[in-house]
């Protein structure tokens, strides 16, 4: 099979390297000859780290490597039979680029975005087979993370949504095949780890280390909410946030946060800029922070009321996902553990708390505030009704 990959950043070239992997022939492709030969090197360099760890071989590298061309010609691609684009997330700019596409390729060659949040059915608009089109959305780093969304637009043929779906399982990636909904499902999904715990600091209740704290110590996640971000990059966090919030008609469920777009407008992005909830050093290490550990009583209660309310608005996001037909229950939970590395799926985490316990959370904070953005899933209410477990 031979690919084409439209954009050789990071991006890019981390899906050039997983069907590199998995046997195909690629082609990545860029305007900017500097920014394929910075993939190449960094390439060499990834792959002598897996050398170094044992995980390959010289002679796997070497296959891997010749596996790869590095062209500056959309018209290098015309022989695809698969071609991904990872470019930046403007609409206009990945209208262009199909429509100049299209004229290259053959009849069937399937013509896929890795956009994290435009619409898929937009972007096949520019085609004149727009059936032909579908989103492949890579999560990074994109050799490491086991997820893949695939989106069929609701031009997308049924053939080019199971070749895919083939292709990519081939690739050793699990696949959770989403609505061409905003966000998808991890970028919904995911929304209320980062607002909600945005709104519990704006309220004064906890400060970023005793958030971050609660969500590792109690909930097992990686990284806390305002680690991520810093990680992420509160500019591209935020755009995220902004771009649901606009697309969804401006549910308050997604509503940005003033103290991340202040920290975006002010440069303070996190790692990458040395500032951003937390300040690092040249490294992108986190200098030292007063850090709340969970060594009293008080502690203790206030880290629980923290992750209960950051988990129940996750699980009521999965849940209204679920309700209304984004994906599959599977489909979310292994979304959400493999796309984002969540401890657990959220759906099995709401059956473990008990489907009463959400309703009840959830009942609770809207009582409290009596905003829209609480609102309890139909899904949940229902369930808990009829006595019911999602698995």
């Excluded at 050793?172 to 095949?177: D, L, N, Q």
């Excluded at 969500?215 to 946030?241: A, H, Q």
Aim: hydrophobic share 40%; charged share 25%; aromatic share 10%.
């Amino acid at each position: 099979m031979l690919v084409g990959v439209i954009g050789s950043g990071t991006m890019g070239s981390g899906i050039a390297q997983v069907a590199a992997t998995a046997g195909c022939s690629v082609k990545l492709y860029d305007t900017n000859q500097a920014a394929l030969d910075k993939a190449k090197a960094s390439l060499e360099k990834i792959l002598n780290r897996l050398i170094e760890k044992g995980r390959i071989d010289t002679e796997e590298k070497s296959r891997i490597q010749s596996n790869i061309s590095y062209v500056n010609s959309l018209k290098d691609l015309a022989n695809s039979n698969l071609t991904i684009e990872a470019i930046i997330e403007n609409l206009d700019i990945k209208k262009k680029v199909f429509s100049e596409l299209e004229s290259y390729v053959s009849d069937d060659c399937i013509i896929a975005s890795n956009t994290s949040s435009l619409s898929i059915a937009s972007i096949a608009s520019s085609l004149h087979k727009p059936e032909r089109c579908v989103g492949i959305h890579f999560f990074n780093p994109a050799p490491l993370m086991k997820l893949v969304e695939v989106i069929p637009a609701v031009q997308t043929s049924k053939a080019v949504l199971d070749k895919s779906v083939e292709t990519i399982t081939s690739w050793k990636k699990t696949v959770a095949v989403a609505k061409d909904t905003p966000g998808f499902i991890v970028n919904r999904v995911a929304r209320p780890f980062y607002g909600e715990a945005l709104r519990i600091y704006e309220e004064g209740i906890a400060s970023f280390s005793e958030i971050d704290a609660a969500m590792k110590d109690i909930g097992g996640f990686r990284m806390g909410p305002f680690e991520l971000m810093d990680f992420i990059g509160n500019d591209v966090n935020y755009t995220v946030t902004e771009t649901v919030f606009t697309a969804f008609y401006f549910d308050p469920r997604y509503k940005p946060s003033f103290t991340q777009k202040r920290l975006s407008e002010a440069g303070y992005l996190g790692r990458k800029s040395g500032k951003g909830y937390y300040d690092y050093d040249d490294n992108g290490k986190k200098i030292s922070t007063c850090h709340s550990e969970l060594d009293s009583e008080s502690h203790k209660e206030l880290a629980g009321s923290i992750f209960n309310r950051v988990l129940v608005m996750l699980i009521n996001e999965a849940a209204d996902a679920l309700f209304l037909n984004i994906a599959s229950a599977e489909d979310i939970d292994n979304a959400m553990t493999k796309g984002v590395n969540y401890p657990k799926g959220l759906l099995a985490w709401a059956d473990e708390k008990g489907i009463e316990w959400c309703v009840t959370k959830m009942e609770e904070l809207y009582n409290e505030y009596h905003e829209d953005r609480y609102r309890c899933s139909p899904l949940l209410r229902k369930m808990n009704k009829d006595n019911r477990t999602f698995y």
